[in-house]
């Protein structure tokens, strides 16, 4: 696995508009609606204002020559027109927005369940940082897809031929004229201001997330900063990614400053090339007064029809490389694929573990490993306690992890009952195994929504009943607000104990056949220790455990005790053997005495 997503770099534009059209297809109706009521509130305000420029001339006309005028009808039009566009803005903005929030929320719901069969895996080598930028920034701005690009696309491409057609029918000669500046403002120019900012567009992005991952760095972080005196370096360095962020975002929004003061240029251009060519129709009588101020104006406003396009070609690339990221990390193939039939959930607890060997992967940061289990062989039968001891890097987190389906077996087996675990879908097995870690995971919400995780449907009575049995019930009783205490961020309104009596009475609401505890009581004080291994003692009679553990008063509880190193079983035996026959075990005994 390669610590830097693989996903398909070489993606087209057009193939990655292609994908992300495919994921909009739910939502095409609202956006379809959206982009008709933009038109047509885009033509009314052409319509608006070209009207009334000739309503007003016409009027003045009138009046200088003494003469009657029927004002009421384009009046009423004038006044229709005004009802429309401020309807329509209404309506556009409603249908637009509502269109982007539900297309972001398509894309959140499937980039989650493409990241979920990558868990842990993949993404271990990615910055959580980096992360986070992906799944929050980079899907907010692929919302410019549709509002600020796709709209103003599809609305030029529709209102231009139309009002072209309309210009003809008054003066031909004007069309070539007002598609040349059309094509200037709309196109030429901002394909100019795109090329001389794509460099910027893409620096920005890269240096976007690299800020956003050393802040999260130095909030997460800010505890062993102070500690280590090391704060002001890494203000520094945020300090030097952020000068860095904002002179590119100076320079892009300078090209972008150009770009904009030249299509005004052009615009104006346009318009006094259209006054030079009429200016002497209407002096020869060629062409009524009237027209002058009417076609004036819709030359002039016919550029609303282009000028969102600059805006949505400088957006492109950033939104396209957005997507690239995107894609690049949901394309890639689960480290565990899922079987083709799964096998049927075995009816048995029993672990057997046969011939099992695992290495990790290289990655780009590191070389191929050594084997980190090597022809392991291990018996748990359905109710026993089996302990799992040895030192640090001896493979005990790694069975876990295997056991847990996040990386695949490859040489050799691992048997639920008599089921090959990789014949089990990965939610299935998961459903099976009930994991207490080493350092649980608290979501910031309330007590009893941190239990639920494991069972979302739990009745009352069993969350008591979980509770109960991790010796949690008595402290849920005596809070104020019992289930409904908000814990805070990882659990912070619990004491080391308690977050641990949590976790262990969330594994146990899952009622999965087989528990693990990896080092349940580690951090904990004696006393702590103690009233929960008390605890814990009833429920290892009654369940298969695989307990990860160096705690000898933990160690006692179980039926066997196996030793590791190396990725190897070097003893095995029950606690009294071990006393007897094994130099660690018995160093061990002696430092956690």
Request: net charge positive; hydrophobic share 45%; glycine share 6%.
């Amino acid at each position: 696995m390669s610590s830097h997503p693989q996903g398909n770099h070489h993606l087209s534009n057009r193939a990655l508009l292609w994908r992300l059209l495919q994921l909009a297809r739910p939502h095409l109706g609202w956006m379809l609606l959206g982009a008709l009521l933009t038109l047509i509130t885009t033509l009314a305000s052409i319509g608006l204002l070209a009207i009334s420029g000739w309503f007003l001339a016409s009027m003045a006309v009138a009046g200088l020559a003494g003469v009657t005028f029927n004002y009421f009808t384009p009046a009423g039009v004038i006044r229709f027109l005004a009802i429309v566009r401020t309807a329509g803005r209404y309506g556009e903005r409603l249908v637009t927005h509502n269109a982007t929030l539900k297309l972001l929320s398509e894309l959140r719901l499937w980039c989650y369940q493409r990241l979920e069969p990558l868990a842990p895996a993949r993404l271990q080598g990615l910055h959580s940082g980096d992360l986070l930028n992906r799944l929050q920034n980079d899907i907010d701005r692929l919302d410019s897809l549709y509002l600020r690009i796709a709209v103003p696309v599809l609305v030029a491409a529709l209102g231009v031929p139309g009002l072209l057609w309309l210009i003809s029918r008054y003066d031909p000669q004007l069309v070539p004229v007002l598609l040349a500046g059309l094509l200037s403002v709309g196109v030429l120019i901002p394909l100019w201001g795109q090329r001389q900012s794509k460099q910027y567009s893409q620096t920005l992005l890269r240096q976007s997330a690299a800020l956003r991952s050393a802040q999260l760095d130095t909030l997460s972080g800010m505890r062993e900063l102070l500690i280590y005196g090391a704060d002001q370096r890494q203000q520094q360095h945020c300090q030097q990614l952020s000068d860095s962020l904002l002179a590119c975002q100076s320079e892009r929004d300078r090209i972008s400053a150009v770009t904009q003061a030249v299509s005004l240029i052009a615009i104006n251009l346009t318009v006094l090339a259209g006054l030079w060519w009429l200016i002497p129709q209407i002096a020869s009588g060629a062409r009524p007064p009237v027209e002058l101020a009417m076609l004036t104006l819709l030359l002039l406003a016919g550029f609303e029809l282009v000028q969102p396009l600059p805006l949505a070609l400088e957006l492109l690339p950033e939104t396209l490389a957005a997507a690239r990221r995107l894609f690049r990390l949901t394309d890639q193939p689960p480290v565990r694929p899922e079987p083709g039939i799964p096998a049927t959930v075995p009816v048995r607890s029993d672990l057997q573990i046969r011939d099992l060997s695992f290495s990790y992967p290289a990655t780009r940061n590191r070389p191929a490993s050594l084997p980190v289990l090597q022809n392991l062989n291990l018996q748990l039968n359905q109710g026993d306690c089996l302990a799992l001891i040895g030192p640090s890097g001896a493979g005990k987190s790694t069975l876990t992890q295997l056991l847990c389906g996040f990386w695949p077996i490859e040489s050799g087996q691992m048997l639920l009952g008599s089921t090959d675990i990789n014949q089990l879908a990965g939610d299935e097995l998961r459903r099976q195994i009930a994991v207490v870690s080493q350092r649980p995971y608290l979501f910031s919400t309330t007590l009893e929504e941190n239990l639920r995780m494991a069972r979302p449907d739990a009745s009352r009575e069993q969350l008591d009943r979980a509770c109960q049995q991790a010796g949690l019930l008595a402290f849920v009783q005596s809070l104020p607000d019992g289930y409904q205490t908000w814990l805070g961020e990882q659990g912070q309104g619990l004491s080391g104990g308690q977050a641990r009596r949590l976790a262990i009475a969330r594994a146990l609401l899952q009622e999965a056949p087989l528990l693990i505890l990896d080092e349940p009581t580690e951090g904990l004080d004696r006393q702590t220790e103690q009233a929960l291994i008390k605890n814990l003692q009833p429920l290892l009679a009654s369940r298969t455990t695989l307990l990860i553990s160096h705690r000898p008063a933990l160690l006692q509880l179980a039926d066997q005790i196996c030793i590791l190193r190396d990725g190897k079983v070097v003893r095995q035996g029950q606690h009294q053997t071990l006393i007897q026959h094994s130099t660690y075990y018995q160093n061990l005994l002696t430092v956690f005495h």
